[in-house]
């Protein structure tokens, strides 16, 4: 049986792949952020992001490029891409607002909705989830929530004072924005033409009860790949986990 929201579910997406990537040098010294390759697997974190946008019924990706732009060009003119993808170039900085913007308005369909995702991310979870959770809760935009393990350990105590537990690289208690979207047709127009809509448009759209927030599911793997630590963490947990 097909799922009433089924309809309404994206089948379009924007990448965000403009980032310098500076705290990953020298992996970036070449290549801008979503180029750099996960060890271990032969393909930029890009390839993976677009490989699970169409495992979750996208057919067209709309990649907003900034530094090092015609490295990732390239690649995307030669790889076997599993859906259509389209590249556009801020030749001025648009902030990231401005940048979504500018991105969404070359997405094929304009009058329907659309995911997006920064381009330093590396998940797996049901966008097809967090679409029908956006769906019935009427927002124009959502945010995919992740808990993110802390680097250090963290130890429990008992009421007077004594150590009770390590406990090694435990969940944060808080969640984060973990750089996955679904949006409303009509969010594009609410974005800035230049300047951050994390200080703009979602504030406003939390006031009016327009924003909403989709837990990543328990065991649900999600990283951001900021640093070279990051690099051998997913290498790492790629191998344990046999993926």
């Not at 579910?9 to 979503?34: C, E, H, I, M, N």
């Not at 008992?158 to 996955?180: Q, R």
Request: include cysteine; charged fraction near 25%.
């Amino acid at each position: 049986m097909t799922h009433p929201n089924a309809a309404l579910r994206p089948t379009q997406a924007v990448v965000l792949a403009g980032g310098q990537g500076s705290r990953l040098r020298p992996y970036t010294d070449d290549r801008p952020k979503p180029m750099v390759e996960i060890p271990g697997t032969g393909t930029p974190i890009i390839g993976h992001q677009l490989a699970w946008l169409a495992e979750e019924g996208v057919t067209d990706v709309v990649v907003s490029c900034g530094h090092l732009a015609e490295v990732l060009q390239k690649w995307l003119d030669s790889a076997d891409l599993p859906l259509s993808v389209t590249t556009v170039v801020e030749t001025e900085p648009l902030g990231r607002g401005g940048g979504l913007k500018y991105a969404a308005a070359h997405l094929p369909r304009p009058d329907r909705p659309w995911y997006a995702t920064n381009g330093d991310i590396w998940t797996r979870f049901s966008l097809r989830d967090m679409a029908d959770f956006h769906t019935e809760r009427d927002a124009v935009a959502t945010l995919a929530l992740a808990r993110p393990r802390i680097p250090w350990g963290a130890v429990k105590t008992d009421g007077f004072g004594h150590i009770t537990d390590f406990i090694e690289a435990p969940p944060s208690t808080s969640e984060i924005n973990a750089g996955v979207y679904v949006f409303s047709p009509e969010f594009a127009s609410m974005l800035p033409e230049r300047g951050d809509h994390e200080r703009t448009t979602f504030p406003r759209l939390a006031r009016e009860r327009k924003l909403a927030g989709f837990p990543i599911p328990q065991g649900a793997y999600w990283r951001a790949i900021d640093t070279a630590k990051d690099l051998t963490e997913a290498a790492k947990e790629l191998a344990a986990s046999g993926r």
